[in-house]
């Protein structure tokens, strides 16, 4: 029994190195993918869109380890929903590499194009779309609950930025009809980094869920 035990721990401590290691390099993505967009640097963003298959390997090999675990082990309570967790984390953590991908690309096109002012207003969403990123991160990596809490707090900030932008550049697409192409491009970029904001609110969502079993999900947080 003992060795089963020490089996199963190896195999969990082996799922979350590969986990935490994907969600560095989304983050990587995420923040490369903007530095690509506000530098104008078309090199950073085609190496985005390569490195996002990189992601999408180590979510097959993920997957493959947690059903081999399940399979194998039969694990149990907390052993059982940390697992649970590990699917959707991996499948979120690969929708955000596919978000940096998207934002890469239409980084490309507006790089042909020019430079619209509202362009800046990007550089502090982006911190603090990463900063969640890295914070749901951490929060699963070290089991710690009250990081995950902050984080999905933050998402609401994050909404009120994308809300804040959108309008910006409906009001540019009005007063100059030229710019339309490259507003309509900044809104799908600005719809990514929202989306991915969700990413990072859901990760924390199943690192409270595995901490506690409790799903707060569609429920307010409390810090009580």
């Given amino acids: 029994m003992a060795h089963l035990e020490r089996a199963l721990d190896h195999d969990l401590g082996q799922i979350q190195k590969l986990l935490t290691d994907m969600g560095k390099k989304v983050q990587f ?10 530098e104008r640097n078309n090199k950073l963003a085609e190496q985005v869109i390569q490195f996002d298959k990189v992601v999408d390997d180590i979510e097959l090999q993920i997957d493959k380890a947690i059903q081999e675990v399940i399979a194998l082990r039969q694990p149990a309570a907390g052993d059982l929903r940390y697992l649970i967790a590990g699917i959707k984390i991996n499948n979120d953590l690969e929708r955000v590499g596919d978000y940096c991908e998207g934002i890469s690309r239409q980084a490309i096109h507006l790089n042909q194009k020019p430079a619209l002012k509202e362009a800046a207003d990007f550089k502090k969403l982006a911190v603090l779309v990463s900063q969640m990123l890295g914070d749901c991160i951490s929060a699963y990596t070290k089991g710690d609950m009250e990081l995950a809490k902050k ?5 609401d900030e994050v909404d009120d930025m994308c809300r ?3 309008t910006k550049l409906l009001a540019e697409m009005k007063a100059d009809p030229s ?22 609110t859901n990760i924390s969502e199943e690192v409270i869920f595995t901490v506690t079993g409790d799903s707060v999900r569609h429920r307010p947080i409390s810090f009580d």
Wanted: cysteine-free; proline content about 0%; glycine content about 2%.
């Fill in 29 to 38: 993505m995420l923040e490369n993918s903007m530095l690509a967009l506000v």
């Fill in 164 to 166: 804040e932008i959108f």
């Fill in 151 to 155: 984080t999905i707090v933050a998402d």
């Fill in 179 to 200: 710019n339309a192409e490259a507003a309509s491009a900044f809104m799908l970029i600005n719809s990514k980094l929202e989306r991915i904001g969700d990413q990072a």
